[in-house]
Nanobody, 124 residues
Framework: QVRLVESGGGLVQTGGSLNLSCVAS????????MGWFRQRPGKEREFVAA????????FYVDQVKGRLTISKDNSKLTVYLQMTNLKTDDTAVYFC?????????????????WGPGTQVTVSS
């Protein structure tokens, strides 16, 4: 069973940057496609970014393209989300999880073993 813990969230002003990390434990391999999702206040959890387990391809929701970058270090069992030029709309709890099966990488139900999340708050 995979256990995930996110970290790196915090309070920043509009235009600021944060670097999120998601560390996996409980397994000796990390051969999963991985995704970052977020849940904004009063909203459903939504897809943000994903990366193939080989780290050869990345995918982003349009709202974050050019501002957020997902990366992966299999040797450290860690997935990162570099966040730049943050906007107030980015305020949310950010979660990571491994992707299972053949469903699309942006499909929430294709992910399991969610971490507890890390809070990102962007102030104007």
């Amino acid at each position: 069973q995979v256990r995930l813990v996110e970290s790196g969230g915090g309070l920043v002003q509009t235009g600021g940057s944060l670097n999120l990390s998601c560390v996996a434990s409980g397994r000796t391999t990390f051969s999963y496609d991985m995704g970052w999702f977020r849940q904004r206040p009063g909203k459903e959890r939504e897809f943000v970014a994903a990366i193939k387990w080989t780290a050869t391809s990345t995918f982003y929701v349009d709202q974050v393209k050019g501002r957020l970058t997902i990366s992966k270090d299999n040797s450290k069992l860690t997935v990162y989300l570099q966040m730049t030029n943050l906007k107030t709309d980015d305020t949310a709890v950010y979660f990571c999880a491994p992707h299972y099966g053949s469903a699309g990488l942006d499909w929430l139900n294709a992910y399991s073993y969610w971490g507890p999340g890390t809070q990102v708050t962007v102030s104007s």
